[in-house]
């Protein structure tokens, strides 16, 4: 029999399992789709390293640092700071301690004053002072709210914090928790953002390798029997004598009965492949226009090899689920681009593909903490784990998958001791 079965093979099941694998356990991951990953996957269409949704690692996640090797993943670090786009009009907002380069361009920036800049590198100095989990704790409120009590203005928050971190929390209305914007912000302190050339998949890629996993199998239903636990799936049944369930949290409910009550966000993707270079920019590109851009990236700018040689790639994120359907979405964006490169050179993008993301992350607003699971549930054997028991991105979900292998290679050595010991 398993000592432990895994459900879901996303970075929380991933780590859980490798974690328990090492530690000498007979593990197994079943995943039901057809390759493991979960929200971290990336895929090549037609020469093009495309990843499921924008998304870019902050190499100082503590968990990061612990799980993966980081040397292995041959990451790209990205140029801090971001463009600030108001049509054809571009702000640079850097760090010029990081990047020299962008020390004239932010300078002269119309977007954050020099009152502002003052103010930021104040709360930079601040933030870089506690232990980063330490960010997670105290007094809570909106990062809004917080932004404004360091004395930003209007315009700051508005131009450049309202897109740079609607792009990392899903949402441009910073409704989203102080404590993790100070712990996101201390991380890109840290370590800044960075991408793997081959794709955010080889996170993923590089937690799966050695482990046992199936994959295309769903499990359907979870029966505890004291000693073990018996999974039904779409390939039969299995028995373990302890299951994590590492799924989404509407799965995880689906299995386990446990309720997160937390809410999902989802966020929707363009990319578009161009046949000559429309734009330099490596940074971020912010639109601080209303407009369904959020952010977009020349990923190929940034990371020579996403692109086929000659050719470039361009992620656009489109915040929400819009209601228009895919040729209409993608003619609203292309208006908006052509605000940006002018109608003839938006003219000759070609749409690779759109992806919508029902789920990507989950709402979290002030004292979200404290609504969040643990990892026990009501069913005797089956732990849950997930970014939903910690916080919503990479982060959370590693942490989660460290954290329930670590109570069931806990609960082995206690089940596994010969009576009276
Ligand atoms: C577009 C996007 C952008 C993001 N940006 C960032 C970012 O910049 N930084 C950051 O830190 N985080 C980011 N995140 C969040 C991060 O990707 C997630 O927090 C993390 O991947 C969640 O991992 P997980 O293992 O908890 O869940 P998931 O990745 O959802 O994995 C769950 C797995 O369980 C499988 N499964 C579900 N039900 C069953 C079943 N019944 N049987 C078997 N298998 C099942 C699913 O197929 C899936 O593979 C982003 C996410 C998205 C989508």
Known sequence: MLDVLVVGGGLAGLCAARTLHRAGRRVRVLEAAPEVGGRVRSRVVDGFTLDAGFQVLFPAYPAVQRQLNLGALDLVPLLPGAAVRRGTQVDLVGDPLRDPRALVGTLGSRVLPLADKLRVARLAAQLRLPAPHALLRG???????????????????????????????????????ARLFRYYFR???DGGAALPREGMGVLSAQLATGLDIVTGVQVTHLSPHGTHVTAATTAGDLDARQIIVATDPRSAQDLTGESTGLTGIGSTY?????????????????NAEPGLINNAHWTSQAVPGRAPAGQHLLSVTVLGLPAQDDAALDTAVRAELSRWYGAQAAGTLRLLGTERIPYAQYAQPPEYAHTL????????????????????????ALESGEKAAGIVLGDLVIQSRPRGA
């Open 373 to 396: 699971p643990g990892h026990a549930t009501a069913l005797s054997g089956v732990l849950l784990a997930s970014e939903v028991t910690a916080m919503s991105g990479i982060q959370g």
């Open 187 to 189: 991380m890109l302190l």
């Open 139 to 177: 007094g809570d409120e909106t990062t809004e709210a917080y932004l404004r009590r360091q004395g930003l203005s209007e315009q700051a928050v508005d131009l450049f914090f309202r897109p740079f971190f609607g792009g990392i929390f899903l949402r441009r209305d910073l409704s989203t928790s």
């Open 270 to 286: 363009l990319y578009y492949a161009a046949p000559r270079e429309i734009d330099p920019e490596k940074r971020l590109l912010l």
